[in-house]
T-cell receptor
């Protein structure tokens, strides 16, 4: 089963607006990461937040993590048409020590120019 | 650095044929991962290596799938015999000691 589930599955906004995507997961984690995938391309790492962190910023990206609720959110501020892509959360589990990531089902973001 | 390199980018083959996908990780990265992406199942981990040694192959769907990493700069994922349900995009990713993974462009496999 998917470790992470993104919400919403699809999001359409106008350029300049903010986009918020949510991710829920099921097990204890070491860290949570967000990746972007443009159509027909590989995934690109955006940001990593560790289990002892609550919020992290990188440019126009803001990520929050609530380990008590097992959830995370990704906020993209002042969106641009170039932000159009699918966004995935990925978790690194703590219990097994595995380095592998478990990916959610993704949110498809469409930014209208 | 050129990033993770995968070949071929597209592969069309007939059911029953052997398929070999290739990956060159980023130099100096100790970890290499193989993922499969489909509309139905999303992105799934198949296997990963640390210092050329397979660590976790629990995601390999069945014995028709095998992966090797003969050296630090090369890995293969082989499907023999291939079946239509193997059609997917296969990604290779590599990682240094940090947790960030760097993905290749993927190989789109179509099995007719």
């Amino acid at each position: 089963s998917q470790q992470g589930e993104e919400d919403p599955q699809a999001l359409s906004i106008q350029e300049g607006e903010n986009a918020t995507m949510n991710c829920s997961y099921k097990t204890s984690i070491n860290n949570l990461q967000w990746y972007r995938q443009n159509s027909g391309r590989g995934l690109v790492h955006l940001i990593l937040i560790r289990s002892n962190e609550r919020e992290k910023h990188s440019g126009r990206l803001r990520v929050t993590l609530d380990t008590s609720k097992k959830s995370s959110s990704l906020l993209i501020t002042a969106s641009r048409a170039a932000d159009t892509a699918s966004y995935f959360c990925a978790t690194a589990r703590m219990d097994t020590g595995r380095r592998a990531l478990t990916f959610g089902s993704g949110t498809r973001l469409q930014v209208q120019p | 650095d050129a990033g993770v390199i995968q070949s071929p980018r597209h592969e069309v083959t007939e059911m029953g044929q052997e398929v070999t996908l290739r990956c060159k990780p980023i130099s100096g990265h100790d970890y290499l991962f193989w993922y499969r992406q489909t509309m139905m199942r999303g992105l799934e981990l198949l296997i990963y290596f640390n210092n050329n040694v397979p660590i976790d192959d629990s995601g390999m769907p069945e014995d028709r799938f095998s992966a090797k990493m003969p050296n630090a700069s090369f890995s293969t994922l082989k499907i023999q015999p291939s079946e239509p349900r193997d059609s997917a995009v296969y990604f290779c990713a590599s990682s240094p000691e940090s947790d960030t993974q760097y993905f290749g462009p993927g190989t789109r496999l179509t099995v007719l």
